[in-house]
């Protein structure tokens, strides 16, 4: 089993920055792509940036420039740099994680968080303009 905890979401002005984190445990030794969606109330959730194994990442076209993912190997967890926040992207953030896939390539998986096994319970973004 695993599990995914995030952390670090909070309420922030427009224009600032947050650091989001996601502590994966459990047995992650067949885990292979990382990412971080988001949902705004009444809106479907949405990829902002993905991850692999390797260090190769993907991102919302609407993030470019402005979010950055990493991942720290040697304690298992992920993380979600995130500046010059605009107050549309106010939502709750989730980790995600899954095993290597074989249907998409690392952009695609963005646009389907469905394909991900394993969720974390979310943290909070607010942004006020």
């Known amino acids: 089993q695993v599990q995914l905890v995030e952390s670090g979401g909070g309420s922030v002005q427009a224009g600032g920055s947050l650091r989001l984190s996601c502590a994966t445990s459990?047995?992650?030794?067949?885990?292979?792509?990382w990412g971080w969606f988001r949902q705004a109330p009444g809106k479907e959730r949405e990829g902002v940036a993905i991850?692999?194994?390797?260090?190769?990442?993907a991102y919302a076209d609407s993030v470019k420039g402005r979010f950055t993912i990493s991942r720290d190997h040697t304690n298992n967890s992920v993380y979600l740099q995130m500046n010059s926040l605009k107050p549309e992207e106010t939502a709750m953030y989730f980790c995600?994680?899954?095993?290597?896939?074989?249907?998409?390539?690392?952009?695609?998986?963005?646009?389907?968080?469905?394909?991900?096994?394993?969720w974390g319970q979310g943290t909070r973004v607010t942004v006020s303009s």
């Open positions: 991850i692999n194994r390797a260090g190769s990442t």
């Open positions: 459990g047995y992650t030794d067949n885990l292979y792509y």
């Open positions: 995600a994680a899954r095993t290597p896939s074989t249907d998409y390539a690392l952009p695609q998986l963005l646009f389907y968080p469905a394909s991900f096994n394993y």
